[in-house]
């Protein structure tokens, strides 16, 4: 979940090349609707976006019993504790500041669904 169209096709493509099926959004009211015709294993959101941000996505999500416990990922080029301590507070389980390693991204993505 990404409002750079460039940054959701990169990361969509990341994770597409490494074996998953993958669904976009722009925002998160644009990604609600996609959870809510199929739950997804796992998350990836940037923090600042248009119409619902990243934070208050993953809030929304850990206000539902059947959404609470998907694993979410912040994508985000902010990287100061104050940003870090919002994200974990809103239920983020992993902050990645942009640019990212592939590699160290893909394998919290393991972690997480493991």
């Known amino acids: 979940v990404d409002d750079s169209l460039s940054a959701r096709r ?3 493509q990341v994770i597409k090349d490494a074996g998953f099926d993958v669904r976009t959004a722009k925002d998160g009211l644009e990604a609600i609707s996609i959870i809510e ?7 990836l959101v940037d923090m600042e976006m248009p119409r619902m ?5 993953t809030s929304h999500v850990r206000g ?8 979410v990922i912040m ?4 990287s ?3 940003h870090r301590k919002q994200a974990k507070e809103a239920g983020v389980d992993v902050y990645v500041t942009k640019p990212f390693s ?13």
């Open 75 to 78: 994508v985000t080029s902010r």
């Open 64 to 71: 539902f019993d059947n959404t609470k416990d998907i694993p």
């Open 10 to 12: 990169a990361l969509a």
């Open 37 to 43: 015709k199929k739950k997804p294993d796992i998350l």
């Open 102 to 114: 592939e590699d160290d991204l893909l394998d919290h993505v393991h972690e997480l669904l493991n």
């Open 80 to 82: 100061t504790d104050k």
């Open 53 to 57: 941000n990243g934070m208050e996505l």
